[in-house]
Structures are given as structure tokens and as C-alpha cells.
């Protein structure tokens, strides 16, 4: 891998070399998908959704980099509502799905063959379809043949790493619509007021040493990342943030939620990418390979996104997961693990894991372009024989 060089992310010119894209404005621009996303969804008529009624369960087709829309579906149904949910988009429609549940297909280009696929299977059974992205696509097309809802998305917005939030937002106000979920117009406006918060602080020309993403990059750039989540948001924002490691930084990293992984992440705090060549008795290791225990052998990082830090008027699992992340966290600094925790401020579970989602998603991208990486693009992938087209 190329070095890192953090002054490419201070110089514009260099800067620009390496990312044409520009995938940096295209990830500040997320607070002005929320808002966009909300108009165009108010101009469609969310209340054909599921005929205006609460299906029996939801079933969501996503591929790609658009499977952050299921996951963060599930953060918000399984929590706060009855309504069973499963998502998969790239083998056949699950059988139970009839003529009571919800099919939510999601392609920013709308061609994606799982989706679209699963969204016409859906409409022969008698299933209620939603499609969301492009209009005058073959997902279009789908949802028109089964008398479902389409809910446009701008085919410009760029790649679905870059529009999460475009195709989040209206998965959330259409399932909002007919009642499975209850997510306000005003939770999301306060969602795109923190991910423009988040842009400004992260913005190109804040210099690395006040940029928290930039920063974040730097750190990154030393270790090999294992990225946990605190309780369920963290645990979205650690799968997002591994797959935009790979995808974005080229850097290999596993993730995982708290308090579920921490007996495999704590085992490896005492394996060979963990510590720093030590002994036991915190003397030099005489046995120690000078290969795999240099000062240039890859090391473990742990990647902590937590919450808050619960007060006396929390409730108690929360404080139980706070004090489990605390003693992972402790585990790993007295391993010699390097420990990067990003604590979200208060707010509705959305407004956390945008938090969370924007300061990795910038710091990943920086990452690309301090190692000399496009980030938009990685050689190889369009070259791919996959089973199906990922969007």
C-alpha cells in the first residue's frame, strides 16, 4: 500500500488529483438529501403504501452499497414495532411472502437484477411493492406493473455510497405512511441540520490537526481497524463504516455490536496483531518475529462508536452496554491496542447514527486520498462476473 501522506488532505490541487470526483462535496451534501428527499416523497402519494394499511411483515431488496437503507430500517422496526423484517436482494423472494406484506425494492440506478427481480416476483404473488430509485427504470417499471408506489430518486445524486440518505429517507416516510414505523418530518430535518454540522467540521479546508476527520484518517492509516458498535445505532454505523473502509479506503476491516462481539473482539487482544512485541512482563519479547513484530507489522485498531455516556436516569442496559464497551476499550489500551472511540451527542436514534455515519464516512475518504486512492472508484470491481448487477 502507498504510504499516507496527510498533507495531500491540506492541499487542494493534490487533493483534487487524487479524488475527481469529488466525492468529498458529494458526501457534505447529505443534510440537502434529507430535505430533497422529504419534498419529493411529500409529492408522492405515500398513502397507497401497503393500501393505506399496516402490512404483516416487510421484506426489503437491497444490493450493494444501497443495503444500509435495510439496516437502518431494521434499527428503527425491530424496536418499535411489531412488524417482522427480513432483507435480502440477491437470491429469490422468500416463499411466506403473499398478498399482506410489504416488498421494499431500493436501486439508485433502479437496473440492480436482484431488486428488480424480487420486486415482479412480489407483484405475481399479490404482494404490495415499493420501489425507490431512478425514475424510468426497470424498478420503475416493476412497481407500475404491480399498482405499487415508485418514489424517485435523481439519477445524478451520484453513487449509492455517496446517497444514503436520499434512498433512507424515503424507505422511512413511506413505511412511516402505513404505519409501521413512526418517524416524524421533523426527526429528519433535525438529521439534516447534524449532517450539515458534521460537513462543516469535516470540510476540506479545515486543516487535519482541528478536523476530526481528517484525524480520524491519520489515525487509521496506522492500524489494521476492528470496528464496534455501542448497543444497535453503533452497531449500523460499524457495518457502514467497515464496508466504507473497504470499499472506499481499500483497507480490510471486520465489525461487529457491542455487547454481542465482545468475547471474539477480546480474545483477539492476546493474538498476533495485538501489542507491540512485549513480553509478558511488559519487557522486549526475545522471541519476537522482527517480520511480524516490527515496528512496521500490521496492528490491531479498535474503532469504538459509542453513545452518550448513560446518566442516572438512563436505563440499565444501557448503562450495562456503556460499561462493557468501557471494559473492551480498557482491554485493548492495556494489549497495546491503539483505541479510537467517537462518542454521539443526544438525539433520536437517526440523529446518532448520522453523527457517526458522516464523521466515517469523511474519515474513510480521506483515508483514500492520503494513501493516493480515487476514492469513488477501486480497479477491478466493473470487471467483476458477478451474479447479479450491484448498483
Known amino acids: 500500500m502507498s ?3 496527510e498533507s495531500v488532505l491540506d492541499d487542494e490541487a493534490r487533493r483534487r488529483a487524487v479524488d475527481p470526483s469529488d466525492m468529498l462535496r458529494a458526501l457534505a451534501g447529505a443534510g440537502a438529501q434529507v430535505r430533497r428527499a422529504i419534498t419529493v416523497s411529500q409529492e408522492c402519494d405515500l398513502g397507497r403504501v401497503a393500501g393505506g394499511e399496516r402490512p404483516r411483515a416487510i ?28 432483507a435480502d436482494g440477491s437470491g429469490p423472494l422468500p416463499g411466506w411472502v ?3 406484506d410489504l416488498v421494499v425494492a431500493v436501486s439508485l440506478s433502479g437496473r440492480a437484477e436482484g431488486p428488480v427481480r424480487q420486486a415482479r416476483e412480489a407483484a405475481r404473488r399479490g404482494a404490495h411493492v415499493l420501489t425507490i430509485g431512478a425514475p424510468d427504470s426497470p424498478l420503475a417499471s416493476a412497481a407500475a406493473e404491480a399498482r405499487g408506489v415508485h418514489l424517485p430518486i435523481d439519477p445524478g445524486t451520484g453513487h449509492s455510497r455517496t446517497a444514503l440518505w436520499s434512498l433512507v429517507v424515503p424507505a422511512l416516510l413511506a413505511t412511516s405512511a402505513c404505519g409501521v414505523i413512526d418517524v416524524p418530518t421533523g426527526v429528519l430535518l433535525r ?8 460537513a462543516e467540521a469535516f470540510r476540506p479546508d479545515a486543516e487535519y490537526f482541528v478536523n476530526p476527520a481528517k484525524s480520524l484518517a491519520t489515525d487509521l492509516s496506522e492500524v489494521t481497524p476492528v470496528v464496534l458498535g455501542d448497543g444497535p445505532v453503533g452497531g449500523v454505523a460499524a457495518r457502514r463504516t467497515s464496508a466504507m ?5 481499500r483497507v480490510p476491516s471486520t465489525w461487529g455490536r457491542l455487547p454481542d462481539a465482545a468475547s471474539q473482539v477480546v480474545a483477539c487482544l492476546s493474538g498476533p496483531l ?3 512485541g512485549t ?5 522486549r519479547d526475545i522471541f519476537a518475529d522482527p517480520y511480524l513484530d516490527g515496528p512496521s507489522a500490521p496492528r490491531l485498531g479498535l474503532v469504538l462508536l459509542r453513545d452518550p455516556v448513560p446518566t442516572s436516569e438512563s436505563d440499565p442496559t444501557e448503562v450495562e452496554r456503556h460499561n462493557t464497551a468501557q471494559s473492551v476499550a480498557d482491554r485493548a489500551e492495556a494489549a497495546g491496542v491503539r483505541v479510537l472511540e467517537q462518542f454521539a451527542r443526544p438525539g ?3 440523529e446518532r447514527l448520522a453523527e457517526h455515519i458522516a464523521l466515517t464516512d469523511f474519515a474513510s475518504t480521506y483515508l483514500a486520498i492520503g494513501h493516493g486512492f480515487d476514492p469513488a472508484r477501486a480497479p477491478g470491481i466493473d470487471e467483476l462476473h458477478l451474479p447479479r448487477k450491484a448498483n
Open 191 to 198: 438529521v439534516a441540520d447534524r449532517l450539515d454540522e458534521q
Open 3 to 5: 504510504p499516507f501522506d
Open 274 to 276: 495485538a501489542g507491540s
Open 59 to 86: 421484506h426489503v431488496a437491497t444490493v450493494g452499497g444501497s443495503e444500509g437503507v435495510a439496516a437502518v430500517l431494521d434499527l428503527l422496526v425491530s424496536h418499535r414495532s411489531p412488524v417482522l423484517l427480513t
Open 279 to 283: 513480553a509478558p512482563d511488559g519487557g
Open 98 to 100: 403473499g398478498a399482506l
Open 348 to 350: 433520536h436514534d437517526l
Open 245 to 249: 473502509l473497504a470499499r472506499t479506503s
